[in-house]
């Protein structure tokens, strides 16, 4: 059984009925468009669509749902080559105003890090935080066929320069504790700490 279709009715911004239509189809076509998804949205959740309020004949326009306002922090973007601070009222307006994304302005907030030529804190914090340290290398052990340790180098990338293989070869040899995984005929391993 096929369902028939509402009466669907334009207004303006104040609730008023300016036109009637008798689908929802039928005004998205007036509108020049083919879907009725954007007038359907509309009265739902109260919204606008091609710039009107919509209603089903016999209701009354529902009210714009208000969004709550999420918590904002103000922040503060230290430009550093002149250490000249602005402030900015949130997260969304620091990266508006200067053309960074969101992701990498949270990120060097968190680390305390820049990104391209401004270091951030949030404006109720005392100071930025300090950039994290490089990671610790971890030494890298050559053993033999006894079980002797034969050398020892301080990183992967020593180690690479040293035995003259690439530096994923060193990675693939130390990360499985197979005895069969080998490098230049001898066994690697991380140095235990």
Known sequence: ?????????????DGKAITSFPSAKA??????????NAIHKAIRYGMTA???????????CVSPIKKTPGKRR???SINIKDHQERLFESLSNASRNLGIGISAI???????????GYRFRYADADAVIPAKSQPLTRSIEVIDEVGQVVANYPSAKEASKALGVSLSMIYWCTAHKSKNRRCKGYRLRYKAM
């Open 74 to 76: 103000p922040i503060i």
């Open 106 to 116: 949270e990120h060097a907030l968190l680390t305390g890090g820049q990104v391209k």
């Open 50 to 60: 091609f710039g009107f309020r919509w209603r089903y004949e016999g209701e009354e």
């Open 1 to 13: 059984m096929a369902r028939t279709p509402r009466k669907v009715i334009q207004c303006d911004k």
């Open 27 to 36: 005004a998205s076509l007036s509108h020049g468009s083919p879907y009725p």
